[in-house]
């Protein structure tokens, strides 16, 4: 009954296989080799487009790189106010951009909007020097609300931005999650609603460690290597990334890996709503879920061994609030989830 | 016939079983499950004594995170001219530590020495706004040369270094072969000999990307959670880093391969001692052979498949240079290096 | 019936002869001077403790630098959301601090409350490694609404920052107006109110490029001297800002422009009040004026010849807005305003 | 008798004219008003170009700044190895681009050659992501040994930067002292001979604290405003940079101010050549001389009032250091040294 987090499980089977496969032999160092030039190329399939990709270890590395490329002098980025770039990387898009600002636009559900960025930018309109350079926009996909944005939504955005001349930046932590839970193919996701930068997520979904920045304009990337080597993300034996990308990608298995953990997300939410002490807070688009359940049998559920995070409903409009005797809580489910991990979890908190 | 570098070999065997032994189940992200602590305990039981040691995935993470501690506002590193740090890392010490300078020292086969540092001081004195502030030495163990400083030396670098109130980092890329060649414990090379913070490489000797920063006094690594993370080197699935260590550790496997990878460089100087046209180019210590060949064998060997690199000869004195037809070249062994590569090395030359 | 800024004036008299006075003969650079010790010394009169005092020469580094000293890695100011340093410093809080974040908070009429400060720490928490490390609060006095904090009010924000190990800094642009709007002493509104870092203004009241990081406890200080001059903010014939100060502190003169400024303030509110088609936004009580006035009527002034600013009326209650004939106006007063520019502008709306 | 730095002087008479001049009125603030209009033009008629020109205060924001525009990620700027950027500015140069390196080149007289720039390349080559990104070179003019490059020798130099894709950036902070020497224009000695980014100094030459960044491709300070700023060097009162421009440009004031100092140079340098217990060190070509004098007249003449610094001989060649009884000294002369002060001088160290 882990629902902690979707990075509390280790690599799936696919990717550790293809980790003990290229385990053997010399390989150049530092990402010359034949099987990162082949995970690049995979990119470029997978996109249907001539897109730039490097790969790095962290999605913290991932959003404050790609976001450094986008942001000069006094550069600010328009996101939601609790956006993970601007709430939970400890200040590294700041440090990595030599102090670009995230700057926190409110949202319903963890979106941002097109009339959102229009106020941002009257905060931070161009031209001024004293308000810094609008610069960018990043939008979560998932959403850390676990909402999905549509590709009418992002193309909505998008358009905004570029109007405004604003890159358009993706945080694709749980982009799997997110593209199978609209239905929507790479390319429609991404640049082909107009999307500029992608922070490429696989850790979340059954890698040990492996994230992409891809580029979709690949002019934007011409001195990407040296931001990634200045901060020390460049791997010496890369290998060990390209693989997991590898093993991720063959089969389809990462399709595979994000339509079980939101499944399980569907299959918790749909007894959440059975639930005579619980319910979903709000409707869930991914694998994240988040769940306004009464403390007593939430503290129950903690005893019996269920691990799940409490969460501020400050999000939330005051009447859909938790009542004095609930609580807000997520659970999050990952390719290592089981059916019955879902319902020892639901049995636990209602009985 | 692979001698480019010792980062072209994958990890090794143990490495591989630890990752995949820890690959089930669920873990606490971030670096907070059991494993990781445990691999923190390791390191104080190694090194004797009450150390803090961070876990990070690349040698220039562990450089330039581990120098910020030790570098205030205009800070300054003493170090041989041609050090990784302030040669190989496309500045990431400086720009992870918001401007320090590395300031370059001659010094024989790569060391430097006390002389060398009390002439940096004339250089950067302490208390004159205008050269910023003398804050750390850092010495290569083994060098960029192959070369390892004994601990006699080590202490009076550290001894010179404390009584100018300059902190002393080791970058230890290379830290068991060098361990293994003045055969000391790894107490004595480190904190015994004056060393405060360390960079401890278990990449290049058998991991996949598993280095540490080790600080000798806590207390310089207050921070040093913060400076991880805002630089994006904090790990969600953290322990495929610490079941790199863990195997890397077991049964001493971290020495065996480090007396692996010495012993070939050994058998490769013993063959070119014994040949009539190469030579070393100095006294090897480590897993790096540095040797003096004739060009056209060289490309002999080549093009039978033998990989390494030239090395530029700016280091050696004029009298010890090549002469027109010969060059210097860099041959590094690893674990994953056999003894028939090497004869099968030293034949093609010789042919 | 320039009311555009204070900061559209020249120098003031005295200032302007203090820089004459000193203009002849040599004196050592970079602030080894007698003037330039004599006026960390007037500092210390000033404001009765043994504090270390920092000429430089713009609001900006005396903000930066001085937020920079209190800012670790992955560190948060916690400051109204319109605060200056938040919104219209171009992001040099951010650069000089390698990616300190400044933290929005609301609050009424340009100040901030203890209650507002924890709610911050509920966002950005101690100990949690993704939100970063808390590490200040700032406040403006005079606030960026031309309110002054009282002295309890500082005292109760330094308490709740100070229980939580958040360092106080204030940024004191128009600090001299505050004061007398409060009617407090120097050091009653900063340190024995629990300040713990000044940003001392004196270009907007009267000197060209005059200001002064003051820090209440030396220790905090202990590397200014290199931040300042990493940032190129050391200067070299500094007897030039040293000597502004003195002019400044001659005799008063910095209260007397102070005071005057004020009190062209209360006029244009008296004349406000007693207008037919303008009145005062909210109870002023510095130098700064916001006004709402009939549009068709600032159009006119301006035509006059009058020149003031549009502001922002998203920081006032609804029903405290401008009409749709109406709009808030920003009207700033200087040690060089007279008091017919007063009665003319007045004049000029009221026709 | 003060030789210690030209800028122990205070401002020139024209400068604080021009100060007074522009003092009363209401101007607007930073930098829009008409006065730092006519002083950008005034760069432009000067230097016969299109030039962008920005005002800044101290040498170290101009040289740091400008070098920053052309430094992007891993940037290395040759210099000569005693350069002040290099060794005089506190990192300041390493820490406003974000980590740049300034790597030091070897240079007879504190001057460059293309040759050692070609060995720096060979150092820090273009495409090698360990290495960096070689990004410019920096010349002093004059150097920081006094001598001063001719137009063909900076020609050369831009020529062998621009071939291998470096932007040339000129600290002149001494700008007018050298361009007297070798008796160039403005537009000769910089755009004309391939110089991208000058750092114009005024200060030393009679200003209180007025420097340029000037860019004679525009393009490249598409984003300068922003730095400026973000680093806290733009000024609200600009008018008081601008107007010592004024004051130091009209009627060839700055010319007769830089005559005049190196008049006095050469004055002293005939004093020395005549003298029996001292010597010049080596032809000095600007208001900077640099003696070999014998310790005890030395001694004698500081005991007689004399201020000037001693010098380390380590950048001369063995056979023309100091004998064991002598020592060499830095003198330098300013807009205020006068005749007398030169003689006495000769005289207390010849009695």
Chains 1, 2, 3, 4 share one sequence.
């Not at 009339?115 to 959403?143: N, Y």
């Not at 839970?181 to 500029?196: F, L, N, Q, S």
Request: charged letters at 20%; one cysteine or more; a negative charge.
């Amino acid at each position: 009954m882990q629902f902690a987090s979707d990075n509390w499980a280790g690599a799936s089977e696919p990717v550790m296989e293809a980790l003990l496969r290229h385990n053997g032999g010399f390989v150049p160092a530092y990402g010359s080799g034949d099987l990162c030039e082949a995970i690049e190329k995979r990119f470029q399939d997978i996109f249907e487009t001539e897109c730039a990709a490097f790969v790095v270890a962290t999605g913290t590395a991932a959003n404050a790189l790609g976001l450094s490329t986008a942001t000069g002098p006094g550069g600010t980025v328009f996101c939601h106010k609790e956006a993970h770039i601007r709430v939970d990387e400890c200040g590294a898009p700041e440090f990595l951009s030599s102090g670009a600002r995230m700057w926190g636009l409110d949202g319903n559900l963890g979106k941002i909007t097109p009339d959102a960025i229009l106020r941002g930018l009257k905060e931070v309109p161009h031209g001024v020097v004293h308000h810094g350079q609008p610069s960018a926009i990043s939008l979560s996909q998932a959403t850390e609300y676990g909402t999905a944005y549509s590709v009418s939504e992002i193309a909505d955005l998008a358009s905004c931005a570029h109007a405004n001349h604003l890159k358009v930046h993706m945080d694709g932590a749980r982009f799997a999650n997110a593209m199978l839970a609209i239905d929507a193919t790479p390319a429609e996701m991404t640049w082909k609603a107009g999307v500029d930068i992608l922070s490429f997520g696989a850790t979340k979904n059954g890698a040990w460690c492996a994230e992409a920045v891809v580029f979709f304009n690949p002019a934007d990337a011409s001195d990407f290597i040296y931001r990634r080597k200045r901060a020390g993300h460049l791997f010496s034996k890369m290998r060990f990334v390209a693989a997991q990308f590898e093993g991720y990608f063959e089969k389809d298995h990462w399709l595979d890996n994000a339509r079980h953990s939101n499944k399980m997300a569907s299959r918790l939410v749909a007894g959440l709503e059975a639930s005579p002490i619980a319910r979903p807070a709000w409707p869930s688009q991914s694998n994240e879920v988040f769940a306004i359940i009464k403390k007593t049998s939430a503290e129950k559920a903690k005893h019996k061994g269920a691990i799940f995070h409490d969460w501020p409903s400050t999000g939330l409009a005051p009447e859909d609030r938790p009542a004095d005797d609930e609580e807000l809580f997520r659970l999050v489910c990952s390719f290592a989830t089981r059916p019955q991990d879902v319902d020892a979890f639901l049995q636990a908190i209602n009985d």
